[in-house]
């Protein structure tokens, strides 16, 4: 009796930069959305050819970013101006004495800035994964030297396994393989 395994998508090998960039064009005007390309360097203009968007990346920075510059305001502003107000030299003791604080403002933001981008970056690639379904095609093995892929997901709506792997195969897709988990 055979084994079931659940298909993970279809994936086709592309003999140059070019013609996967063709091919990401025509798959992005296909309309799926739920698909990538795999190659050995990056690929100018491959994001544009796929229709990607700008990162959200952005946001959780921002957030990180604010969170350090309120907290680093909170932790030097608090004790020197309510709880353990000191006069040095008649200085004033308001205010007017926050530029000494500079650095520590700074310092925090990129600190805090610095680890939500880590963080967010590992969520939003779902890191740490030590297992990838692509990793089972044996052509894939030519990524990281000469192969350029495109791999279509199965939990794509608009995935049919037929339909797709014939528009694979009509724009230009060579070794057209389904990829199972």
Same mark, same amino acid.
């Given at each position: 009796?055979?084994?079931?395994?659940?298909?993970?998508?279809?994936?086709?090998?592309?003999?140059?930069?070019?013609?996967?960039?063709?091919?990401?064009?025509?798959?992005?005007?296909?309309?799926?959305?739920? $698909?990538?390309?795999?190659?050995?360097?990056?690929?100018?203009?491959?994001?544009?050819?796929?229709?990607?968007?700008?990162? $959200?990346?952005?946001?959780?920075?921002?957030?990180?970013?604010?969170?350090?510059?309120?907290?680093?305001?909170?932790?030097?502003?608090?004790?020197?101006?309510?709880?353990?107000?000191?006069?040095?030299?008649?200085?004033?003791?308001? $205010?007017?004495?926050?530029?000494?604080?500079?650095?520590?403002?700074?310092?925090?933001?990129?600190?805090?800035?610095?680890?939500?981008?880590?963080?967010?970056?590992?969520?939003?690639?779902?890191?740490?994964?030590?297992?990838?379904?692509?990793?089972? $095609?044996?052509?894939?093995?030519?990524?990281?030297?000469?192969?350029?892929?495109?791999?279509?997901?199965?939990?794509?709506?608009?995935?049919?396994?037929?339909?797709?792997?014939?528009?694979?195969?009509?724009?230009?897709?060579?070794?057209?393989?389904?990829?199972?988990?």
């Amino acid at each position: 009796m055979a084994e079931y395994r659940k298909v993970y998508g279809l994936g086709a090998e592309f003999d140059s930069p070019a013609s996967l960039m063709e091919a990401a064009e025509k798959i992005r005007d296909a309309g799926f959305t739920k $698909w990538d390309v795999h190659t050995p360097f990056p690929v100018h203009g491959m994001d544009k050819a796929m229709g990607l968007g700008k990162s $959200w990346l952005s946001a959780p920075v921002f957030i990180g970013g604010s969170t350090g510059l309120l907290t680093a305001v909170l932790l030097t502003c608090i004790p020197s101006f309510a709880l353990y107000p000191v006069i040095v030299h008649g200085k004033p003791i308001d $205010w007017r004495t926050l530029p000494a604080f500079f650095p520590i403002f700074f310092e925090l933001t990129v600190l805090f800035s610095a680890f939500s981008t880590v963080f967010a970056l590992l969520i939003m690639n779902q890191l740490p994964k030590w297992y990838h379904p692509v990793f089972n $095609w044996e052509r894939f093995a030519r990524v990281s030297d000469d192969g350029f892929f495109v791999v279509i997901e199965s939990r794509d709506p608009k995935f049919s396994e037929t339909k797709t792997r014939t528009l694979l195969e009509e724009i230009g897709g060579q070794h057209v393989t389904l990829i199972h988990d």
